[in-house]
């Protein structure tokens, strides 16, 4: 089931940090060049990065790691401000241009999230929360922890994420070109976030740079569209302009006392239930609100059939405080309630001064929350959901596995920073500060994460029991009982959590423009070529697989079953399984829809 579920064993941590200390994770050393890297630095400096990726890691071994050419910056706002802060990396060439490489075995890309864990103690709340969104048959980045140096001083326990960006194994979604510019050309793809203004410019912190005006547009409902494909200085007026009415068409179907009916036509159902149903379980005080992202793909005809590109929600970012990780007045998700029905009030954004009314959930999706169509798809979702991918069990099969990777990293880490037992947040004084900077420690601040616990394995099991009280406390509200195990433990595509990208090296190498070889938009699918389709009395079933294809109610009985080739299958809904909820498989895994 992926890397987590493996069990790595390392040598027994010294008493401090030697040169000769063996780790083990993968190690990352990034060297500046003795050039400061803090908030401040707005654009990225240029920088070296050794990775080193066996099964165990020598520091002493740093020279023989893998050496790359990288720009390097602090990212976030809020989190920019913390003494362990994230940053974001380029991979460049030797012309300084992005290069395309693969970190720790996942798909090649040039941009990547070193994330560091700080509010978080548990250092699990962001792989766990992408890791629930591909249960659910939908990308989310895939994540590897490893620790780091900077200036040759240890900068504790990081995670590798993949930067939401367009491409095949991340937002699938096409290339749009300077020249589509009209036509069904004109309609995808493009991935937004609704966020805060500063999110595209400037550096961490608040350093914002131009305004909305720099990054994006308002809606008319006054929503900040922060463009990320493509960004604001390389779309086009008429790409943007459209964009545009779409949403604003779409927010019309919700003004003026009308109720939103033919939502449908302007949004992906199915992923407008996975993305609320996955931000309401995790409990995230961020949903909907910012880092909220989302894609649309391009309008296509193929053999005579039109499929119209809808807004699809996803894929989730930033889950620091999720979780019940609120430290800041029950910020993050403390209590019992819907956080789509506290975020379309006033917004958290507006409470905290940074935005004011843009930063609220939008309102076609509240109206959408407020329907009993949808309400029906939310309840039949969450059952199959929990029924299998999102059993009790699943997720503490994944907390067992990561919490037995993690304990040497988090004893080392926590040396490092020892704010177990702690507020933590932002200004925090830093025990080893960064080199080359004249950065000052402590001052005004924010604590944001929990004081949970005073051990790192405490933390673990808080995450897990808060996670279990959330999920519970959703079964009621959505009339649902968890069966005693569960029906299916994976989805069916494996390429969410491990890509086999190696066997694509050739048709990936074929130019864009070359269209018999483009990459098709998978229309909110994970992949194009697995998935099945409810019309009426029958089913439609395509997979480049093959194999059982299976009807399994939510008692886990089998009401059909048969064999399926490669391509396009279509059957009636067999009588056994008329007016019953199942869960389609696939060769014994979840078929998404």
């Not at 000769?20 to 990065?49: H, S």
């Not at 394995?457 to 995450?463: F, I």
Request: proline residues 5%; hydrophobic residues 30%.
């Amino acid at each position: 089931m992926g890397y987590w579920a493996k069990i790595i064993s390392g040598t027994a941590l010294l008493a401090s940090f030697s040169f000769a200390q063996t780790y083990d994770l993968p190690i990352i050393f990034v060297d500046t060049k003795q050039k400061c890297l803090d908030k401040n630095v707005t654009e990225k400096i240029p920088a070296t990065m050794r990775v080193l990726d066996g099964k165990t890691n020598n520091v002493a071994d740093s020279a023989k790691g893998t050496l790359y050419d990288i720009g390097i910056k602090v990212r976030g706002q809020s989190s920019a401000m913390f003494p362990k802060p994230g940053y974001s990396v380029e991979v460049r060439d030797d012309k300084g241009e992005g290069m395309d490489v693969s970190m720790f075995g996942l798909p090649p890309a040039d941009d990547w999230v070193l994330h560091g864990p700080y509010v978080d103690k548990s250092m699990l709340r962001n792989a766990l929360a992408y890791w629930l969104f591909r249960q659910a048959g939908r990308y989310a980045p895939r994540t590897k922890h490893f620790d780091l140096y900077i200036n040759g001083v240890y900068r504790g326990v990081y995670v590798m994420v993949e930067k939401i960006k367009r491409g095949k194994y991340r937002v699938n979604v096409s290339k749009l070109k300077e020249t589509d510019i009209a036509g069904d050309s004109l309609t995808g793809g493009y991935i937004w976030a609704f966020d805060k203004v500063g999110t595209n410019t400037g550096g961490g912190g608040s350093n914002n740079q131009g305004g909305i005006q720099a990054e994006g547009f308002n809606t008319s409902d006054g929503l900040n569209v922060i463009l990320h494909y493509p960004k604001k200085a390389n779309i086009q007026k008429e790409q943007e302009e459209y964009l545009k009415k779409y949403l604003n068409d779409l927010e019309a179907l919700f003004k003026n006392g009308k109720n939103g009916d033919g939502f449908d036509k302007y949004v992906d159902l199915g992923s407008a239930v996975d993305y609320v149903l996955h931000q309401e379980i995790t409990n995230n005080g961020d949903s909907y609100w910012c880092s909220f992202f989302l894609h649309k793909p391009k309008d296509k005809t193929k053999n005579g059939v039109f499929t119209e590109g809808k807004v699809t929600l996803g894929p989730p970012w930033d889950f620091n405080l999720a979780m019940s990780n609120g430290g800041m007045m029950g910020f993050g998700g403390s209590g019992n309630s819907w956080q789509i029905e506290s975020s379309s009030k006033s917004g958290n954004g507006g409470m905290w001064g940074m935005g004011g009314g843009s930063l609220i959930a939008p309102k076609w999706l509240t109206g959408m929350w407020k329907r009993s169509d949808y309400q029906s798809e939310l309840k039949k979702r969450w059952a199959e959901l929990r029924s299998g991918v999102w059993h009790t069990k699943v997720m503490d099969a994944y907390l067992d596995s990561m919490k037995t990777y993690l304990t040497k990293a988090a004893e080392r880490n926590f040396k490092r920073w020892p704010n177990l037992g702690k507020n933590s947040g932002q200004n925090d004084p830093d025990p080893e500060p960064m080199k080359y900077c004249n950065s000052s420690s402590g001052g005004m601040g924010m604590g944001m994460g929990g004081n949970n616990a005073d051990t790192w394995e405490g933390e673990v099991e808080h995450l897990r029991k808060k996670m279990k009280e959330r999920m519970q406390w959703m079964d009621q509200q959505l009339g649902f009982t968890e069966p005693s195990s569960p029906i299916v433990t994976q989805p069916v595509d494996p390429s969410i959590h491990e890509p086999d990208w190696e066997n694509d090296k050739k048709k990936d190498s074929i130019p864009d423009n070359n269209p018999p070889q483009d990459i098709a938009d998978n229309f909110s699918r994970l992949s194009p070529t697995n998935y099945f389709d409810v019309n009426g009395d029958m089913l439609e079933i395509q997979t480049s697989l093959g194999g059982t294809f299976a009807l399994i109610d939510l008692n886990g009985t089998v009401l059909y079953k048969t064999r399926i080739k490669k391509g396009l299958t279509t059957m009636k809904i067999p009588g056994k399984a008329k007016n019953t909820h199942w869960i389609a498989t696939l060769n014994g895994k979840m078929l998404g829809r």
